[in-house]
């Protein structure tokens, strides 16, 4: 019996993702164990070694691997205590040459004090996909006031859509052509994403312990999918990625280990 869109699964991934048609799925975006040797309520992030870890998480991503289509992608999120190894893994699995970019994300929370390094105040979410033909919108951002201040000085043009300034770009044959670029079309993002944690008086915020924002996750979704699209997430955790999926139009398949997991996910998706 095959999983289809739009399915809430309770199990072992491993168990459950050989279910999924192969080459349906769009986008997958997975927050795992992060091998942090650490025993969470909802799950257990103890592993002998980083070798068990990686040899865990291997058969996983190859399943990963086989589900998505030809165009598809994967983002994975970890942090420092494994990041150097799973690149490797996605190297093998989805080929060095298929890294289109480490991501920062910077979340900006206040830091302690340490004696003897750098506070860490951010993740890595490494994101691969499957062939040299996938799907990507940039993402693009507000200028700050400083930086719209010095532009302004440059956008000596204007029309109904506001300011803009000419620029000389090359068609796909080469042809060079003169581009208007607006004032208020904001610059693309870079790969460090500076989201802020989910505040401690959030209404976003459920209590579920390696929870992420939905702003992250939202502007996952957006670069690398279109409406109607099949996202996967197979470390479901609390929900984030189904609720921000269907606020987006996006078709997914979820599912954790754990329970409770489940159940987060399956209000958060009702809820409305």
């Known amino acids: 019996m095959n999983i289809i869109p739009d399915a809430i699964v309770q199990g072992d991934n491993l168990e459950w993702l050989p279910l999924i048609p192969d080459e349906s799925i769009d986008m997958c975006y997975i927050d795992p164990p992060f091998c942090t040797n650490r025993d969470f309520i909802e799950f257990n992030d103890k592993f002998l070694s980083i070798h068990s ?17 030809k165009t598809g992608s ?12 799973l690149r490797c893994l996605l190297d093998d699995v989805f080929g060095e040459k298929n890294l289109k970019n480490e ?3 910077s979340y900006g929370a206040k830091a ?3 004696k ?15 062939s040299s033909k996938y799907y990507f919108r940039p993402i693009m951002v507000e200028y700050s006031e400083a930086s719209l201040r010095e532009r302004a000085t440059r956008y000596k043009f204007f029309d109904e ?34 989201i802020p944690i989910i505040n401690a008086t959030s209404n976003e915020r459920l209590g579920y312990p390696t929870q992420k924002p939905e702003a992250l996750i939202k502007r996952i979704i957006e670069c690398s999918t279109n409406e109607g699209d099949v996202v996967l997430d197979c470390f479901a955790g609390g929900g984030t990625t189904a609720k921000v999926a269907k606020d ?16 987060l996910t399956k209000k958060r998706l009702h809820a409305e």
């Open 116 to 130: 003897n390094m750098f506070p860490k105040k951010h993740d890595t979410i490494f994101f691969y996909t499957k």
């Open 53 to 69: 870890y990686i040899e865990w998480m291997r058969p996983r991503i190859e399943l990963i691997h086989k589900k998505l289509k």
């Open 248 to 263: 987006l139009n996006r078709r997914y398949i979820v599912g954790d280990i754990s329970a409770n997991a489940v159940n």
């Open 74 to 85: 994967i983002f994975l999120h970890c942090d420092w205590h494994a990041s150097h190894r």
């Open 103 to 105: 991501i920062i994300w």
């Open 112 to 114: 302690t004090p340490q």
């Open 161 to 194: 859509s506001g300011h803009y300034r000419l620029t000389t770009r090359r068609k796909t044959n080469g042809e060079k052509y003169r581009a208007k670029v607006y004032l208020n079309d904001g610059v693309p993002e870079t790969d460090v994403w500076n």
